[in-house]
Nanobody, 123 residues
Protein backbone atom coordinates (compact mmCIF):
# COMPACT_ATOMS: atom_id res chain seq x y z
CA UNK A 1 0.00 0.00 0.00
CA UNK A 2 1.30 3.43 -0.93
CA UNK A 3 -0.22 6.72 0.17
CA UNK A 4 0.60 9.85 -1.79
CA UNK A 5 0.28 13.44 -0.62
CA UNK A 6 0.87 16.36 -2.95
CA UNK A 7 1.86 19.83 -1.82
CA UNK A 8 3.20 23.06 -3.24
CA UNK A 9 0.28 24.27 -5.28
CA UNK A 10 -0.93 27.83 -5.24
CA UNK A 11 -1.58 30.99 -7.20
CA UNK A 12 1.15 32.36 -9.42
CA UNK A 13 1.37 34.90 -12.20
CA UNK A 14 2.06 33.87 -15.76
CA UNK A 15 5.76 33.36 -16.27
CA UNK A 16 6.28 32.35 -12.68
CA UNK A 17 7.38 29.07 -11.15
CA UNK A 18 6.12 26.53 -8.66
CA UNK A 19 7.52 23.28 -7.36
CA UNK A 20 5.12 20.53 -6.46
CA UNK A 21 6.08 17.70 -4.17
CA UNK A 22 4.53 14.30 -3.78
CA UNK A 23 5.43 12.50 -0.58
CA UNK A 24 4.87 8.76 -0.45
CA UNK A 25 4.47 6.44 2.46
CA UNK A 26 5.66 2.88 2.39
CA UNK A 27 9.01 1.24 1.89
CA UNK A 28 8.40 0.27 -1.73
CA UNK A 29 8.30 3.78 -3.20
CA UNK A 30 11.49 3.21 -5.18
CA UNK A 31 9.84 0.39 -7.12
CA UNK A 32 7.23 2.59 -8.71
CA UNK A 33 7.04 4.66 -11.83
CA UNK A 34 5.65 7.99 -10.69
CA UNK A 35 3.41 10.06 -12.86
CA UNK A 36 2.19 13.63 -12.64
CA UNK A 37 -1.24 14.35 -14.02
CA UNK A 38 -3.45 17.40 -14.18
CA UNK A 39 -7.13 18.03 -14.64
CA UNK A 40 -8.61 21.36 -15.60
CA UNK A 41 -12.31 22.11 -15.10
CA UNK A 42 -14.41 20.38 -17.73
CA UNK A 43 -11.46 18.48 -19.13
CA UNK A 44 -10.15 14.96 -18.81
CA UNK A 45 -7.22 14.15 -16.58
CA UNK A 46 -4.05 14.22 -18.64
CA UNK A 47 -0.53 12.95 -18.15
CA UNK A 48 1.99 15.73 -17.62
CA UNK A 49 4.96 13.43 -17.32
CA UNK A 50 6.40 10.42 -15.57
CA UNK A 51 9.66 9.17 -14.14
CA UNK A 52 10.81 5.59 -13.74
CA UNK A 53 12.02 4.05 -10.51
CA UNK A 54 15.62 5.32 -10.65
CA UNK A 55 15.10 8.50 -12.65
CA UNK A 56 16.84 7.14 -15.74
CA UNK A 57 13.72 7.46 -17.88
CA UNK A 58 11.56 10.56 -17.91
CA UNK A 59 8.70 11.40 -20.21
CA UNK A 60 7.03 14.78 -20.71
CA UNK A 61 3.90 15.74 -22.55
CA UNK A 62 4.58 18.09 -25.44
CA UNK A 63 2.61 20.83 -23.75
CA UNK A 64 5.10 21.06 -20.87
CA UNK A 65 8.36 19.93 -22.45
CA UNK A 66 11.14 22.41 -21.80
CA UNK A 67 9.20 24.12 -19.00
CA UNK A 68 8.54 21.35 -16.46
CA UNK A 69 11.05 19.03 -14.82
CA UNK A 70 10.29 15.83 -12.93
CA UNK A 71 12.72 14.42 -10.40
CA UNK A 72 12.65 12.04 -7.49
CA UNK A 73 14.52 11.38 -4.28
CA UNK A 74 13.98 7.78 -3.27
CA UNK A 75 15.72 8.34 0.06
CA UNK A 76 13.01 10.87 0.90
CA UNK A 77 10.18 8.95 -0.78
CA UNK A 78 9.37 12.07 -2.75
CA UNK A 79 8.83 13.00 -6.37
CA UNK A 80 8.92 16.59 -7.58
CA UNK A 81 7.46 18.60 -10.41
CA UNK A 82 9.32 21.84 -11.07
CA UNK A 83 7.15 24.11 -13.19
CA UNK A 84 8.70 27.13 -14.86
CA UNK A 85 7.37 29.66 -17.35
CA UNK A 86 3.85 28.90 -16.22
CA UNK A 87 0.95 29.78 -18.47
CA UNK A 88 -2.74 30.32 -17.67
CA UNK A 89 -3.50 27.09 -19.52
CA UNK A 90 -1.44 25.23 -16.90
CA UNK A 91 -4.18 25.98 -14.39
CA UNK A 92 -5.48 22.67 -13.05
CA UNK A 93 -5.52 20.31 -10.13
CA UNK A 94 -2.27 18.39 -10.21
CA UNK A 95 -2.07 14.79 -9.07
CA UNK A 96 0.75 12.34 -8.58
CA UNK A 97 0.22 8.65 -9.13
CA UNK A 98 2.20 5.44 -8.84
CA UNK A 99 2.38 2.55 -11.27
CA UNK A 100 4.33 -0.70 -11.09
CA UNK A 101 5.49 -0.56 -14.71
CA UNK A 102 7.03 2.08 -16.99
CA UNK A 103 4.65 1.31 -19.82
CA UNK A 104 1.24 2.15 -18.42
CA UNK A 105 -1.51 1.35 -20.94
CA UNK A 106 -4.17 3.61 -19.49
CA UNK A 107 -4.65 6.00 -16.65
CA UNK A 108 -6.59 3.31 -14.81
CA UNK A 109 -3.42 1.22 -14.54
CA UNK A 110 -1.94 3.63 -12.04
CA UNK A 111 -2.37 1.90 -8.70
CA UNK A 112 -2.24 4.80 -6.25
CA UNK A 113 -3.26 8.44 -6.43
CA UNK A 114 -2.80 11.49 -4.31
CA UNK A 115 -5.60 13.88 -3.45
CA UNK A 116 -4.37 16.62 -5.76
CA UNK A 117 -3.13 20.17 -5.33
CA UNK A 118 -4.53 23.22 -7.09
CA UNK A 119 -2.33 25.29 -9.36
CA UNK A 120 -3.75 28.56 -10.63
CA UNK A 121 -1.86 30.72 -13.09
CA UNK A 122 -3.16 34.25 -13.55
CA UNK A 123 -2.63 36.21 -16.75
Amino acid sequence: QVQLVESGGGLVQAGGSLRLSCAASGRTFSRYTMGWFRQAPGKERELVGKINWNGANIYYADSVKGRFTISRDNAKNTVYLQMNSLKPEDTAVYYCAAATTWVVPTISHYDYWGQGTQVTVSS
